[in-house]
């Protein structure tokens, strides 16, 4: 298991329902970060974990959006009663912060889920 | 807050021309600065970093120099290639009171032509 894995790969969802996302980051990483990329556009930054510091949530664009991590392990993105602007693909990214102080490191990304609200 | 700015594309250029990105950023700090690329149907991956002002980051004939006395990371290619079409991002990371948190631009998309 070299990469950062991400399940479903695809996901399409009636408005209205929840839905659940799942990033399993590199072993050993101590950061992850989901990202939302909108059919051409940027990277949208959502939530980002560091160990066990209180993750910072100021991209979560609303309250149907939430986000938890179990230790440095698996996270799961939860959107709660989906829009249709919820459509997007979401990206998970993992990185290592061990090393030079006060240098960052590269992210590792997922290969994304892609989630359709209809 | 910190941000990253980069020059709208879609940019096309035929095979073996000259490519220059631009990306200019805002920070608090001294952040490290990176270029990612996103190949049609893949995940996006690092190209090139530069940590430090002065550093070159290079990478398969692409390189960015942090200056930090115009705040900018422009990538530049001297011949690109067809397999060099795809998505390039802008980024920065600083470390803050949580840590490490990274701001993408928006990223440009270049075709390159046969």
């Known amino acids: 298991g070299a990469g950062v894995s991400q399940s479903p790969s695809n996901k399409v969802t009636e408005k209205g329902k929840d839905v659940e996302l799942r990033c399993d980051p590199i072993s050993g990483h101590t950061a992850l970060y989901w990202y939302r990329q909108r059919l051409g556009q940027g990277l949208e930054f959502l939530i980002y974990f560091q160990g066990n510091s209180a993750p910072d949530k100021s991209g979560l664009p609303s309250d149907r959006f939430s986000a938890e991590r179990t230790g440095e392990s698996v996270s799961t993105l939860t959107i709660q009663r989906t829009q249709q602007e919820d459509s997007a693909v979401y990206l998970c990214a993992s990185s290592n912060l061990a090393g030079e102080p006060g240098v960052a490191y590269e992210q590792y990304f997922g290969p994304g889920t892609r989630l359709t609200v209809t | ?114």
């Open chain 2, 1 to 114: 807050g910190d941000s990253v700015t980069q020059m709208e594309g879609p940019v096309t250029l035929s095979e073996e021309a000259f490519l220059t990105i631009n990306c200019t950023y805002t920070a608090t700090g001294y952040p490290s600065l990176f270029w990612y690329v996103q190949y049609p149907g893949e995940g996006l991956q690092l190209l090139l970093k530069a940590t430090k002002a002065d550093d070159k980051g290079s990478n398969k004939g692409f390189e960015a120099t942090y200056r930090k006395e115009t705040t900018s990371f422009h990538l530049e290619k001297g011949s690109v290639q067809v397999s060099d079409s795809a998505v390039y991002f802008c980024a920065l990371s600083e470390l803050g009171t949580g840590g490490f948190k990274t701001i993408f631009g928006a990223g440009t998309r270049l075709f390159v032509k046969a």
